[in-house]
Nanobody, 115 residues
Framework: QVQLVESGGGLVQAGGSLRLSCTAS????????MGWYRQAPGKEREMVAT???????DYADSVKGRFTISRDNAKNTVYLQMNSLKPEDTALYYC?????????WGQGTQVTVSS
């Protein structure tokens, strides 16, 4: 079983920055993909960014050039640096770890961007 604990959400003005962190613990394989997803009210959950253990990132088109995902494999931690935030980035952000044993989710951290 895997536990994911997120931190770093909050309220920020448009144009501002936030950094999310997520630390995984439990039965984690050496090869996995960690990532961030988000869900706004009334919308489906969508992928924001993912990163492999080899640090190969993938981004949603809506965040390319503004968000940067990174990870520390020794700490089983993934980060999401969010710059130039927009009101449409407002959502509950979930951390995800995907490995051969299955997919695990965090509880979510709220990001609110005011205009």
């Amino acid at each position: 079983q895997v536990q994911l604990v997120e931190s770093g959400g909050g309220l920020v003005q448009a144009g501002g920055s936030l950094r999310l962190s997520c630390t995984a613990s439990g039965r984690i394989s050496n090869i996995n993909v960690m990532g961030w997803y988000r869900q706004a009210p009334g919308k489906e959950r969508e992928m924001v960014a993912t990163i492999t253990t080899g640090s190969n990132p993938d981004y949603a088109d809506s965040v390319k050039g503004r968000f940067t995902i990174s990870r520390d494999n020794a700490k089983n931690t993934v980060y999401l640096q969010m710059n130039s935030l927009k009101p449409e980035d407002t959502a509950l952000y979930y951390c995800n770890l995907n490995q051969w044993r299955g997919s695990s989710w965090g509880q979510g951290t709220q990001v609110t961007v005011s205009s």
